[in-house]
């Protein structure tokens, strides 16, 4: 059960990874035709920053932080 778990938020903190880089390399494209005046969706970024984006961040970090809690105790689980 645990290992399917570990296996399931693996994959999960897989995809959001490149959730979050492709998001950054939409704001980094964006920005940049905006600097050049060129319409690249930097509005549609800003609307989807907080009811996307923003999520997708937090869950990427707790999802480490739940990932490699859970490879602590199972480490000091199976020593003792």
Do not use: C, E
């Amino acid at each position: 059960m645990k290992d399917k778990f570990l296996d399931w938020l693996n994959v999960v903190l897989v995809a959001d990874v490149f959730l979050v880089l492709a998001s950054f390399a939409w704001l980094a494209i964006a920005v940049i035709g905006h600097s050049a005046g060129v319409p690249l969706g930097l509005d549609l970024w800003y609307k989807l920053w907080q009811p996307v984006f923003t999520p997708a961040i937090g869950i990427l970090m707790g999802g480490a932080i739940i990932s490699g809690l859970a490879s602590q105790i199972s480490k000091r689980l199976k020593s003792n």
